[in-house]
């Protein structure tokens, strides 16, 4: 028989669950979905969208066709069509058939232009709030609310944890092994109560980790907590000091680039970051073999007038802090795993959803 004690602490965690899932849970679980969504979107998209995302093919005679056009023309029109004072970052293609997105933050506009990156012509366009995609993945990642909302999400998905955390300690069994059924002939609140109690137990330890990484990516302080905690320094981006300098031949977006490229030439580039402001480094990333991060977390910093290299951070010898997200971005999203833990991602998403709307509707049934 349960004492007076273990009675109290059970209903103190049955309140804390209760009222917590009905707070934010709703929230958490439209984020989740759109995690999921961002987990097979972008291959959807890419399918239903190819006149932006697939470069058009170049003419069967190689010979007879033009050279590839330069990084620097590219810059110059976008510079020319957006203003001088519009930062872009450039991804650059991984593969054969795909085009040139670059991501434009500007005073006129903000988006993503689509290029061929052979001839540089633009292929297509889309704000930054146009499309299923960019909506999902700017409400999960921000909420619309740029680093508030990160700090939001952050502290959502602590109290999220609580949540399934609280859940597991209701549900803990007596006698083991527990069981797991899921009661079907006695209508459709016990359906749903058996669903979502056995959902958050069995899935509960690995949901956990999909919030963690995703708490840990949102919010950056918690990246620099790890690296004071390790008692090492926060590796910070190179800085400029002064006015910009002037150079009688200034470098071209081509010449860093392969600077870049000297510096690890069996790695690919992966992004190339020109701020707006003229006193701030250019940033190009960099995918090196043992990197588990899909889109490179090695920098190299260059100077925006003479090109000079102003630093080169190795993925694997930044702080602990952002070292860390070389495998946590991978885990949170499921890359890391290949198509089976990408598969599992876009269940947990579904999963978390789930539990967040059918706890608030098992709240409002026994109302």
Same mark, same amino acid.
């Given at each position: 028989?349960?004492?007076?004690?273990?009675?109290?602490?059970?209903?103190?965690?049955?309140?804390?669950?209760?009222?917590?899932?009905?707070?934010?849970?709703?929230?958490?679980?439209?984020?989740?979905?759109?995690?999921?969504?961002?987990?097979?979107?972008?291959?959807?998209?890419?399918?239903?969208?190819?006149?932006?995302?697939?470069?058009?093919?170049?003419?069967?005679?190689?010979?007879?066709?033009?050279?590839?056009?330069?990084?620097?023309?590219?810059?110059?029109?976008?510079?020319?069509?957006?203003?001088?004072?519009?930062?872009?970052?450039?991804?650059?293609?991984?593969?054969?058939?795909?085009?040139?997105?670059?991501?434009?933050?500007?005073?006129?506009?903000?988006?993503?232009?689509?290029?061929?990156?052979?001839?540089?012509?633009?292929?297509?366009?889309?704000?930054?709030?146009?499309?299923?995609?960019?909506?999902?993945?700017?409400?999960?990642?921000?909420? &619309?609310?740029?680093?508030?909302?990160?700090?939001?999400?952050?502290?959502?998905?602590?109290?999220?944890?609580?949540?399934? @955390?609280?859940?597991?300690?209701?549900?803990?069994?007596?006698?083991?092994?527990?069981?797991?059924?899921?009661?079907?002939?006695?209508?459709?609140?016990?359906?749903?109560?058996?669903?979502?109690?056995?959902?958050?137990?069995?899935?509960? @330890?690995?949901?956990? @980790?999909?919030?963690?990484?995703?708490?840990?990516?949102?919010?950056?302080?918690?990246?620099?907590?790890?690296?004071?905690?390790?008692?090492?320094?926060?590796?910070?981006?190179?800085?400029?000091?002064?006015?910009?300098?002037? *150079?009688?031949?200034?470098?071209?977006?081509?010449?860093?680039?392969?600077?870049?490229? *000297?510096?690890?030439?069996?790695?690919?580039? %992966?992004?190339?970051?020109?701020?707006?402001?003229?006193?701030?480094?250019?940033?190009?990333?960099?995918?090196?073999?043992?990197?588990?991060?899909?889109?490179?977390?090695?920098?190299?910093?260059?100077?925006?007038?003479?090109?000079?290299?102003?630093?080169?951070?190795?993925?694997?010898? @930044?702080?602990?802090?952002?070292?860390?997200?070389?495998?946590? &971005?991978?885990?949170? %999203?499921?890359?890391?795993?290949?198509?089976?833990?990408?598969?599992?991602? &876009?269940? &947990?998403?579904?999963?978390?959803?789930?539990?967040?709307?059918?706890?608030?509707?098992?709240?409002?049934?026994?109302?």
């Amino acid at each position: 028989m349960p004492t007076n004690r273990t009675a109290n602490l059970r209903k103190l965690w049955r309140l804390t669950h209760r009222w917590s899932g009905l707070g934010v849970g709703w929230l958490l679980a439209l984020v989740a979905l759109c995690g999921s969504v961002l987990v097979v979107g972008p291959a959807i998209d890419r399918w239903l969208n190819p006149q932006l995302f697939v470069a058009t093919p170049l003419a069967a005679a190689a010979s007879a066709a033009p050279p590839p056009v330069s990084l620097e023309a590219i810059r110059n029109n976008l510079s020319a069509s957006f203003g001088e004072h519009s930062g872009f970052t450039m991804r650059l293609p991984r593969k054969p058939d795909d085009s040139l997105r670059v991501s434009v933050r500007g005073k006129q506009w903000n988006g993503s232009v689509y290029l061929d990156p052979a001839t540089g012509q633009e292929q297509g366009r889309r704000g930054e709030y146009e499309g299923i995609v960019n909506l999902a993945h700017k409400f999960h990642s921000n909420l &619309f609310l740029d680093d508030t909302g990160k700090a939001i999400l952050a502290g959502i998905s602590l109290l999220y944890l609580a949540l399934l @955390v609280s859940g597991l300690i209701l549900w803990w069994p007596r006698q083991w092994p527990p069981s797991l059924r899921i009661t079907w002939h006695k209508g459709v609140s016990r359906s749903v109560f058996d669903l979502h109690r056995t959902a958050g137990a069995v899935l509960g @330890v690995l949901m956990a @980790v999909t919030l963690a990484t995703g708490a840990y990516m949102a919010w950056r302080p918690l990246a620099q907590w790890v690296t004071s905690l390790s008692g090492e320094q926060t590796v910070m981006p190179p800085k400029i000091g002064g006015k910009p300098a002037s *150079a009688e031949s200034p470098a071209t977006l081509d010449d860093m680039a392969r600077r870049a490229q *000297a510096q690890f030439p069996d790695d690919r580039l %992966t992004y190339i970051q020109i701020p707006a402001e003229a006193n701030r480094p250019v940033r190009i990333r960099m995918r090196l073999a043992d990197d588990p991060h899909p889109n490179g977390r090695t920098s190299i910093w260059l100077h925006p007038q003479s090109g000079a290299i102003l630093a080169v951070d190795r993925w694997d010898r @930044v702080d602990p802090g952002a070292r860390a997200l070389s495998v946590i &971005f991978p885990l949170h %999203t499921g890359e890391l795993g290949g198509p089976a833990l990408e598969a599992l991602v &876009f269940i &947990f998403g579904l999963t978390l959803g789930g539990l967040g709307f059918s706890g608030i509707w098992l709240w409002w049934r026994r109302r």
